[in-house]
């Protein structure tokens, strides 16, 4: 089998409304999806978001690579995944997004090709996903509301609350979520490199009582050093969890050797697709370390991707691939890839991920 042809289009669907976190304001969610064709009639789709304030990329820039991307897949083995990453490094360093829509567009020809959902390409027994839905910064009555109307009429009991401009806001905001959703959902709370040690110290044991179970990215990115230091000194139940720091497998070892943190959040976009995704859980399992897949605002193309991946590896407990429900009307309107009740996601055994171009 050999690569015929490869075609990427702009996916724009506006969000409902501007997303904040401690470090910016996403406004835009415009992503690209990639059709790569083979001689044998069998295409593979992926799609890349890129998002400059994480993997460096902007919009314009990534189509840029993806041009590189498309001349130099011409001719090649869609089932090479490695040798594709191989070829992908010797063009470019980095771009992780626009890496992931080629990564996600080989795995999916892969599984056409088996007659298999992709779940169970990468190795996975169950399709059933027990995913979160995250609230952004907001004033704080705002935010609740969103706990409200996520648990109360949409049906999850996993929140991950946006946190890390200021303390005081950010612990009032979480006193009023917990009031709506009530005690026995489960929160998680996502700093985005705002805090220090200090502060983190001092706002670990106030989310204790708040029942909050794992916090992310406290520290900047690369702090690693710090990471570990509030690993070290962290007494509370409060599980600490790395993101903006885990971008590659090595990122992923370094955390590992200095014991910065108790989980990883494994995007696609940041690592380059499921192939280095797939390594990092399991730099994860060997080290006793727990991953999230988390996304950023992407469409249900590489959600998908980042819930077969949950599906699939043991040391993947958590998810976090909600994005496809912050566009208006609470959905990007692709068809197939899963289904969903409340936070249930069940992935479709269909081929593939179970998206077809007539879906789009």
Not at 18 to 30: R, S, T, Y
Not at 94 to 108: H, P, T, V, W
Not at 160 to 174: C, M, Q
Not at 317 to 330: I, L, P, R, T
Request: aromatic share 8%; net charge negative.
């Amino acid at each position: 089998m050999k690569i015929t042809k490869v075609t990427i289009d702009k996916f724009n669907m506006p969000l409902a409304e501007p997303f904040e976190v401690a470090f910016g304001v996403i406004e835009a969610a415009d992503s690209w999806i990639v059709k790569i064709d083979t001689d044998e009639g069998i295409y593979g789709l992926g799609s890349a978001s890129p998002l400059a304030f994480v993997t460096g990329e902007t919009s314009e820039t990534c189509r840029l690579v993806m041009d590189m991307f498309a001349k130099a897949f011409i001719g090649t083995d869609p089932l090479d995944i490695a040798g594709a990453h191989a070829l992908m490094e010797s063009i470019i360093y980095g771009n992780g997004s626009a890496k992931c829509a080629f990564d996600i567009a080989l795995y999916d020809i892969a599984g056409k090709a088996a007659n298999l959902p992709l779940y169970k390409v990468l190795g996975g027994t169950d399709p059933v996903v027990h995913n979160d839905i995250t609230i952004g910064i907001n004033p704080p009555e705002v935010m609740a509301e969103h706990a409200r109307k996520y648990v109360h009429e949409k049906g999850f009991d996993i929140l991950k609350v946006k946190v890390g401009k200021n303390l005081e806001k950010d612990l009032y905001a979480l006193e009023l979520i917990r009031k709506e959703a009530g005690d026995n959902v489960r929160i998680r709370i996502d700093a985005n490199q705002g805090y220090n040690v200090e502060t983190a110290l001092a706002a670990l044991a106030e989310y204790e009582k708040t029942g909050i179970d794992a916090a992310e990215q406290f520290l900047p990115w690369w702090d690693f050093d710090g990471a570990a230091e509030l690993m070290r000194k962290n007494t509370t139940k409060v599980k600490l969890m790395l993101d903006e720091s885990i971008h590659t497998v090595y990122d992923a070892k370094r955390a590992a050797e200095m014991k910065c943190c108790d989980f990883y959040n494994i995007k696609l976009m940041k690592c380059g697709g499921l192939y280095a995704g797939v390594q990092i859980a399991d730099v994860a399992e060997e080290n006793g370390i727990g991953c999230m897949v988390g996304c950023m605002e992407e469409n249900k193309i590489s959600l998908t991707a980042g819930i077969s991946l949950v599906a699939a590896k043991k040391a993947v407990v958590e998810a976090d691939c909600d994005s496809f429900m912050f566009f208006k009307n609470d959905d990007d309107g692709i068809r197939g890839g899963f289904d969903r009740q409340g936070g249930i996601f069940t992935l479709l055994e269909k081929p593939g991920l179970g998206i077809l171009e007539e879906d789009l």
